[in-house]
């Protein structure tokens, strides 16, 4: 079992920017490939940003290229991710999960967070 606690959230003003932060319980974290997803009121879950273990390699959502990075430090079992130039539209409940291989589909992600509220105003 991996824990995962979301960090980082809150309320922000159009144009600024938050980390959230993704901490996990257990060393083996390292293996584990991480994504972000967020999920709007009145909308399903969307994929944000995910990275492999070794955090070589990352994808994006397209509204949030250029925008967001995730990165990782395998050494504190925690996955960050960047917001920049944050946008209403970016408001959600951001989400922190691990799979043993990378995807964009939230259904192949064995671990979850408990989730971090993102609030944007314009």
């Known amino acids: 079992q991996v824990q995962l606690v979301e960090s980082g959230g809150g309320l922000a003003q159009a144009g600024a920017s938050l980390r959230l932060s993704c901490t996990a319980s257990?060393?083996?974290?390292?293996?584990?490939?991480v994504g972000w997803f967020r999920q709007a009121p009145g909308k399903e879950r969307e994929f944000v940003a995910r990275?492999?273990?070794?955090?070589?390699?990352?994808d994006y959502r397209d509204s949030v290229k250029g925008r967001f990075t995730i990165s990782r430090d395998n050494a504190y079992n925690t996955v960050y991710l960047q917001m920049n130039s944050l946008k209403p539209e970016d408001t959600a409940i951001y989400y922190c999960?691990?799979?043993?291989?990378?995807?964009?589909?939230?259904?192949?992600?064995?671990?979850w967070g408990q989730g971090t509220q993102v609030t944007v105003s314009s």
């Open positions: 999960a691990a799979a043993s291989v990378v995807s964009t589909d939230s259904s192949r992600y064995d671990y």
């Open positions: 257990r060393r083996i974290f390292s293996t584990y490939a």
């Open positions: 990275i492999t273990s070794s955090g070589m390699n990352t």
